[in-house]
């Protein structure tokens, strides 16, 4: 099993959908939680990170769910720019001399007018 | 200014030939790392460096080696060059490997590809 998994996607939605990510992981010693955009060709870059209580950010609002062990990004009133694939990452799990990142092999999205 | 930069950023060369990729960070960040993100875009870590020493080193073959002269710099030499070497190479950085709720700024990585 991945310690990361998440949709395979791709996600193609038309412009103002709202569209729901999942992400699951193995490590239940996990401490923290992010999503990470990466544009095509591009470095990742930090969308959002996960709290247990769950969190918004504007059109993005992040959940967890640390008993299931998931992870969830929705995304309303979807926009052209939001075409990326998005990245689950787990941080935990002390390795020697610090905490290992795990990425998910991500999910694309396409937003279409 | 660019926070994490890394050089070149396209890297073309033949089988068993030796590279280097360099990459820098002017963050002031504690933390250096290395991923490889492969063909099916997954993003897998490759070292990790805290002030100059190593602390991550996954399963890497022999023939990478990093070398950090100092906390602000982490360069990665690749040695005897295969064509499943070929991906793209990024470099990042964070404050501090033993914060769990910090982010990671990468550089914009560079595209290695062996023919």
């Known amino acids: 099993r991945k310690e990361v998994e998440q949709d395979p996607g791709p996600f193609n939605v038309p412009e103002g959908a709202t569209v729901a990510f999942n992400c699951t992981y193995s490590?239940?010693?996990?401490?923290?939680f992010f999503w990470y955009r990466q544009d095509c060709r591009k470095e990742p870059k930090l969308l959002m990170s996960?709290?247990?209580s769950g969190n918004e950010d504007g059109r993005f609002t992040a959940q967890l769910n640390r008993a299931s062990q998931y992870i969830s990004l929705l995304i309303r009133d979807s926009k052209l720019s939001d075409s990326a694939t998005y990245l689950c990452?787990?941080?935990?799990?002390?390795?020697?001399?610090?905490?290992?990142?795990?990425f998910g092999a991500g999910t694309r999205l396409f937003v279409k007018a | 200014d660019t926070a994490v930069s890394q050089t070149p950023k396209y890297l073309v060369t033949q089988m068993g030939n030796d590279k280097s990729i360099k990459c820098e960070q002017n963050?002031?960040?504690?933390?250096m790392y290395w991923y490889k993100q492969d063909s099916k875009k997954f993003l897998k870590i490759m070292f990790s460096?805290?002030?100059?020493?190593?602390?991550i080193n996954e399963t890497v073959p022999n023939r990478f080696s990093p070398k950090s002269p100092d906390k602000a710099h982490l360069n990665l030499h690749i040695n005897s060059l295969e064509l499943g070497d070929s991906a793209v190479y990024f470099c990042?950085?964070?404050?501090?490997?033993?914060?769990?709720?910090?982010?990671?700024?990468f550089g914009s990585g560079t595209q290695l590809s062996v023919l």
């Open positions: 990042a950085s964070s404050q501090d490997q033993w914060s769990t709720n910090e982010k990671l700024f």
């Open positions: 490590n239940s010693a996990s401490q923290s």
């Open positions: 996960v709290y247990s």
């Open positions: 990452v787990v941080k935990g799990g002390i390795e020697t001399g610090g905490f290992k990142t795990i």
């Open positions: 963050l002031g960040h504690d933390t």
């Open positions: 460096y805290n002030n100059k020493e190593l602390i």
